[in-house]
């Protein structure tokens, strides 16, 4: 079983640059992969990125350029990086940690773009 919180979130003026943060606690599985993910108001949740064991990352096309996906394997942590955050960025943020054979996900954090 894994437990993933995610963190960070709240209220920040457009062009800001909040970062947020995921940790993952595992009863000894290995993490394969950690991917970020947001649900915005009247839409379906959608990928933002991942970002592999190996340090490789993928980056969906609404966030390229903007969003940057971190890692801390020592930790079971992953962290999304946004600048020049824009009204339409608000949404519940979730992060998905990957097993090898199952995915867990947070809760959610709450992040709200003001104009």
């Known amino acids: 079983q894994v437990r993933v919180v995610e963190s960070g979130g709240g209220l920040v003026a457009a062009g800001g640059s909040p970062r947020l943060s995921c940790e993952a606690s595992?009863?000894?599985?290995?993490?394969?992969?950690m991917g970020w993910y947001r649900q915005t108001p009247g839409n379906r949740r959608e990928s933002l990125g991942t970002?592999?064991?190996?340090?490789?990352?993928f980056y969906q096309d609404p966030i390229k350029g903007r969003f940057t996906i971190a890692r801390d394997n020592d930790q079971n942590a992953a962290y999304l990086q946004m600048n020049n955050l824009k009204p339409e960025d608000t949404g519940v943020y979730y992060c998905?940690?990957?097993?090898?054979?199952?995915?867990?996900w947070g809760q959610g954090t709450q992040v709200t773009v003001s104009s």
């Open positions: 970002i592999f064991a190996d340090g490789r990352t």
């Open positions: 595992t009863s000894g599985e290995s993490i394969t992969a």
């Open positions: 998905n940690t990957q097993t090898k054979i199952y995915s867990f």
